[in-house]
């Protein structure tokens, strides 16, 4: 089955403990990318990656980071998290390009205390 | 920049109505439309998606029309039950292949058995 599954599925964690919210697709896909959301603010993208080794800047980067060693997988790290990255997180993929489809992650809820 | 605007943001019919959902856009230079639904708490998952070429898309109950000279996209659910309660969200994505999706805020649907 194509899907892109996203680990944890939630999350609650202390300021500044570092963590990554992992993202794996089994559909070779190309395009990867992250988004947080937001009452109010809807979908916003973090990062996203054409693919492999490649990785680029969304709307709201600030204070994550991201890799993309391998093409099924693009995990979402938080260095240093803070209590104003308590969100929604998805993970999703695309291929190709813009032609595509989008496919979404389940989400993760995360909690910074 | 692209904006993209769903009004209302939320919808109560009873259930048998045929409804339509607005998604209104500022620059007509899209690669395609895609429209989501969002159960709460959830994913979300791809209803429609229509290629800039095209006019529409069918999926059973559901028709996405495409209408870029007036910036304009429409979601048609013909005789909506309560299981189509949900968020409903349009996302676009422009001409170039790295530019992330543009996700309107959404459309809180309540069908009322």
């Known amino acids: 089955e194509a899907q892109v599954t996203q680990n944890p599925r939630y999350l609650i964690t202390v300021t500044g403990k570092k963590l990554t919210v992992t993202c794996s697709q089994n559909?070779?896909?190309?395009?990867m990318s992250w988004y947080r959301q937001d009452p109010g603010l809807g979908l916003r993208q973090i990062y996203y990656s054409m693919n492999v080794e490649v990785t680029d800047k969304g709307d709201v980067p600030e204070g994550y980071k991201v890799s993309r060693k391998e093409k099924r997988n693009f995990p979402l790290i938080l260095e240093s998290p803070s209590p104003n990255q308590t969100s929604l997180y998805f993970c999703?993929?695309?291929?190709?390009?813009?032609?595509?489809?989008?496919?979404f992650g389940e989400g993760s809820r995360l909690t910074v205390l | 920049k692209q904006e993209v605007t769903q009004i209302p943001a939320a919808l109560s019919v009873p259930e048998g109505e045929n409804l339509v959902l607005n998604c209104s856009f500022t620059?007509?230079?899209?690669?395609?439309l895609q429209w989501f639904r969002q159960d709460p708490g959830k994913g979300l998952t791809s209803l429609l998606l229509?290629?800039?070429?095209?006019r529409e898309q069918t999926s059973g109950r559901l028709n996405a029309s495409l209408d870029k000279s007036s910036g304009r996209s429409t979601l048609y659910i013909a005789a909506s039950q309560p299981g189509d309660s949900a968020t409903y969200l349009c996302a676009l994505a422009g001409y170039s292949g790295n530019t992330p999706l543009v996700f309107g805020k959404g459309t809180r649907l309540s069908v009322i058995a």
């Open positions: 999703a993929s695309r291929s190709p390009l813009n032609t595509g489809e989008l496919f």
């Open positions: 559909m070779n896909h190309e395009y």
């Open positions: 229509i290629q800039s070429s095209q």
């Open positions: 620059d007509s230079a899209i690669y395609n």
